[in-house]
């Protein structure tokens, strides 16, 4: 049921207090006074308690069980970095309060900020950005900033692989670049002879995942970057896969100019059934005068926000940031530290090949080889054999009550699922996971329509989602409506 | 051993042999160590760390509910318990985007009801289940508008919120998408001459506040009569102001943004709050962002899924209507439980109460000898002048632990000697009286 | 899964502070150090929280749905008040601090009691008893001190209705008296010719629930009390069903001597899986010297502990109470206030009588006549017609998601339900838990293996409890041990 | 119109309608009404109400951790964050007593699991699924020693909680069953020759502390040497304590109880704790309290059910093994989590971190000249005698941010000029000095 077939006119929820203030009259032109109050539901606190209690029974979630979604890194959200971030004193504060009110807020984001750019091997580093593909954005006007402030204006194109995550393309088309794609080589692995064809003086910028979206680390980084800073272009590192590489390397080193973080891939910070996120995007010393404004820096003992960058790209957000989320990647880091992070990308690692080598025994591994993070496999051969698609496969797996990996991408790879366990998974929930795997095999051969009218056990059958949006409902059909 | 990392030695051992290596180090092949230790600290346990944060934490000054009267697009308002309670359900809050839609109807139904109360707030067809933010809503619709009607001027009302219009030219200038600033009137409305003056061939849109960033209620018939068909008409708007004024899809507008913290959210010193974004039906393929939509499983029972999702990046890519990929759907919750729990009755109320506290305010002002800078009509917020000392006296009112109306110069500098206040329903008399004082 | 099939040797879930104190000899003798340490689990965070939120998931709970279970006033748990009660300032708190720095919850203790008072029409009170059997237990020791005191060594009885709640003589036989049940009349109330029966010089204390466990208000109570009072024994009030009587009349006014509340019924304080509750025992003026000691008194504007109660029966529990508990009992009498506690007595009231119609057509009500905040019904037509038992039913009725009332309690009917559907149920809830029910006993008619088989939705089936009970297993069998 | 109210005035019709009914009034047929309002206020909102709660709770004074120094029965550990956030879990809060184990798995496998981690902890065979406190149960097990053997007289050592002591003898007395205590020797255990003397043919048992009142472990192994056959000997322990303490049951100790507080729960004013109650296989008919067992479904899938209760009031009625019916089920959940989070390594860390820092308050003490007042091993709680002043001095302390050692004197009016020091794994050696300064 929704709520608006459980409201009943009438009924409250709420209490306001008494302000002890008498009406005024409403000076407001009467037409644009509202004549129909929305319909917004009218109920009581315990059907509001109740209804959120069961619709969140119906969620599958990372404290639920094992959710190996791969390039989302959904690793285990520690309750004490929630509770941290719930302290009123971070959360009842205006972005505007006067500077000598917030210091703790500003302190904790200028050392968030010293903290990740040591983690990035970069020079300098803005968190306004509020997700991902928010920071790719920004760091993409950073680059164009970067030409155009040299009065170079021909380098239309940004260079992105066919192995890249949309919002990589989508990014930089916002930013106004032409997209050039180019093909992964056999290995999954940036082509190089691909890159150079596709370099030259109107490129402005490539943007890669490393290790990439297949799980494998470019081992040709040192030659990518000189080649492309030889060609006078800028190399974006695209951070969603960064958890792989803590302790190990850091893509300043490699020789990335700019680079966004996922706080809530990496850093632990929980999706929320799909955000706030936080993608801080980090540059190289050069850069530093085109990140957003306002920059948060140390004045003495004192915290100040400065607005005054004059070659700055401006503001890709209100405000600073996504306060909130930062407080539990900075709690998270400062729990993990030097040596549990460095932990954090080796068990990581470890996880994701352990895996790979049982999945192995069930199917084929796109680019067999050791990887990171994760790995993407495909069931192109069972498809063919029984009809049975990942996608199948995917509904299946809710049924013994573990979330189904990311499907048909990286684009690249047919029928495939991108695995990423994660470093707070343990060796037996990586068993267990490849044993259902290996059942559900069995089923798709033995009765292949068993899997292709998965789920069963789930709150809901397999949804229609053709029709929905073929013919859209968008909302809540009240009765009376037309 | 750590308490967020599983593995024991042993186990380590087991899984190296059956990968087939000897170390961890054999995992990585090809990849540099350019690093041994980061220049910070080891991992702290959590009651060390606890001290430390909360310490931290009080480096910050927070002010009494009552005691706030500054707003500026971030508003402190009444929360009830349930809302932060039922919102922070971990079942909520662990879940990644609704991928495997069979298990997250949790997510889908609570998101579909959201974009149905936010079409009834707005009197819109459809609402997207999140933006980032009121000002990065904005900036997208604008770019939705120059999809739609492929000119490249928007028009903007200089009298909504400054970041709104920072940020939209972040997004515009790349696609060379002109924003070009609309002054505003003695009353505080948006001057229809300078409009008209401006609005041309290439002018994609007209983007006004309602009510505007100075509190001050346009008149969107008016606006609306002096636009040209073909326009894209983007009204900026305050959700709780909505209880109380005409929906702007009454007067004609195509795409209605604004930033939803006011319903349910703490104001996180910014962020997170949740921009919300809704159009018209006609409109809906050229629209950014995820949409939630209602369908039926192979046994016919109802249920949610995403919809829509080839405008997405991830389908789309390059040809996306936009790169969001995640968006703020937790905060899109809670505006749902606010929303639940105030219902049309108590939303009302607080936007009345909120007028109400607002015009004793301005009234104790006047009697005062301060004067509004606007004359137009207002609904809690409102701008009025002050002397040249204020700027110092606001940072001696935060000792006095009150937020007082913030100085415009701090957002305008060209706006010397005015402040903007705020009133909420949790603004007392008393506690007016007592800032007052200080007048 | 339990948490010890879980565990893994070596796995930790905690990290400790470093208190740089060095370690010290352990100085205890060789035999008494632990040789062998607990098998309890080891394990890592993530496997905690996903253990607790999936036992959670099993459960079923006021804020999932209804939970009309009799005499146990299963009424909405206002999340605000277990905010209130989280806060700091109350949970931290030793109990033997000194006292200028505990006045915050003398305070509310003190003005909780008054409150109390007012309620129940009673002169003094204590908050120490920590459940109502608890409460119970001091109320009677107070009558037993009561008689003593005046030298009345015979009075070695208490009289219980036979439709009393089991606590009620064990709590009597606890303070050492001997039970005598009397019959109820056919009406379902006091038969005054059996209690006449039963009083005399050696009668104690007539122990009442009113209204009773039938929801039926016992009519004759002024005649009740004036017989009791007649023959020199007390009046007891069992408060379990308080919530009918708010807003109309008080135990106090009715003559009881003592009464006990239930905090966690009349009060709106959570269950918590069967506790803790907390049980304040209130009392008329001539017996307030033998309240536990400690008191709370207020001296000038300083609240204070008093121990110095030379009649008092001593303590009945550690320290003052339950407080967290008594918090938000405090919570909610202020949130509903004198308008809103009369509100719930009548919406209570009216709430029962409207169930009670519906349910009338569906199965006999065992006292046919207007109720107060419960009333019990039968099964046992439709048992002697198809063997469908009242547990059937109960089983039943979980599968359509709500849950059973209490069974086979009064012990006076058979085959029946008692049903309180509390003043936070809407009718929609009620309507719908009347269509379930008539919904069952039509398939009770129809296919009563259905009904007797039940349950079949819920996460496990029908449970083997009297195997449970003759062949015991009181802990988890690890492996290895005998 | 309420928000814990749905009934709106057009339902309240149609149901009295429904009843046939004209008012509410006819509802109270032979109801005496005996008030029209309560002599308190008329109910409040959230927002005002929070801001006076608030201000009420700021009337205690919380002290840090670290800087606590009094235990007594009530301790300061550190409690993992996910102790109370998973035990907050609504559905777990807002559940009853197990009655419908089908629906109740969740309740009842954590109570299961509870039980069999006290077994661990105490070494004993069975434990019940909680009482109400330890001063309860160690009354509750006294009665259960009486129906075992059937005598009416129990020895207990006076160095155990005074508090357990007064309510054993509230509970015991309407039963005619005597308490009599036994002293302590300068050591601080119990006085053997005492004990033996007051030994006779109806004592039913005997009662000591592991550790004692006084932190004091006294020698479970002698103490049960010298006790005749069938005596009940009970033993009251700490359950932190036994993570470095043999389990009384190798003593021979056929009754374990005590107050669970110290296992993850806060100190709350001293409730709700818990009282745990374990015992041996062959007693279990007679032991009080609820029972979780094992079972499985008729598919044959494992479960948990409530068993034996029909040593229970709601069945056995005046003959049950006690009244208790509601208990503290919630708190044996918070005891069950922080087991499970602290393992067997993190208890005994907890302990052995406690040791060290009360034997180095006790060092420095001694350096300084203050005597330990019992030359007994103790673990982390320790008697030393102080000044006249001293009394005096710990309100002081207080007022300088110290909860400083008890004064004895407030407990046992017999005890003049000694304190009794706690230290557990949160105080710190700065802390301990800092408090050293005022010594
Ligand atoms: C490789 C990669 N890049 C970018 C993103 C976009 O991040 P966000 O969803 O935070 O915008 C993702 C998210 O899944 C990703 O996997
Ligand atoms: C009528 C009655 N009396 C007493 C009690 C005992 O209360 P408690 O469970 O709090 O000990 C109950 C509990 O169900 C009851 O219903």
Redesign the pocket.
Known sequence: MTLFELSKSGRIGYELPNNNIEDFEIEIPEHLLRKKPPKLPELNEVDIVRHYTNLASKNYSVDVDFYPLG??TMKYNPKFNEKMASIDNFTLIHPYQPVETVQGSLSLMYELKNMLCEITGMDDMTLQPA????G?LTGILIAKAYHLSKGDTKRIKAIVPDSA?G??PASARMAGFEVVEIKSGPDGRVDLNELEKALGDDVAVLML?NPN?LGLFEKDIDKITEMVHKAGALLYY?G??LNALLGRTRPGDMGFDIVHL?L?KTFSTPHGMGGP?S?PVGVKKHLAKFLPIPEIIKDGDVFKLNYNKPDSIGMVRSFYGNFSVMVRAYVYIKTMGNDGLKKVGHMAVLNANYLRKKVEKIMPIAYPDICMHEFVSTCENLTKETGVKALDIAKRLLDYGVHAPTMYFPLIVHEDFMIEPTETESKDTLDNFAEILKKIFEEARQNPDLVKNAPYNTPVRRLDDVTASRKPIFKFNFKGDK | MHRYIPHTEEEINEMLNEIGVKSLEDLYVGVPKTIDNYNFENGKDEFTLKNEIIKLSQKNKIFKPENIFMGAGIYFHHIPTIVEHLANNQRFVTAYTPYQAEVSQGTLQALFEYQTMMCELTGMEVANSSMYDGATALAEAMLMAVRINNRHKILVSKAINPEYIKVSKTYCTPQNIEIEEISWTDEGTIDLDDLKNKIDADTSAVVVGYPNFFGVIEDLKLIKENLPEKIIFIVVSEPISLALLEPPKTFGADIVVGEGQSLGITPNFGGPGIGFFTTLEKYVRKMPGRIIGETKDIEGKKGYVMILQTREQHIRRAKATSN???NHALMALYNAIYMATMGPQGLKQVALMSYNAAHYLSKKLEEKGYKRVFSGPFLNEFAFTVNEKYKEKWHELALNDFLGPIPLEFIYPELKNIALACCTEVNTKESINALLKNF
Do not use: Y
């Not at chain 1, 997700?131 to 928010?134: D, K, N, R, S, V």
């Open positions: 390039s989302c997700a991902g593909a928010h790719e995550h919002t990589n995942t979206t695209d969603a896969n996922n809530h996120g993608g | 969001i990929c995640s």
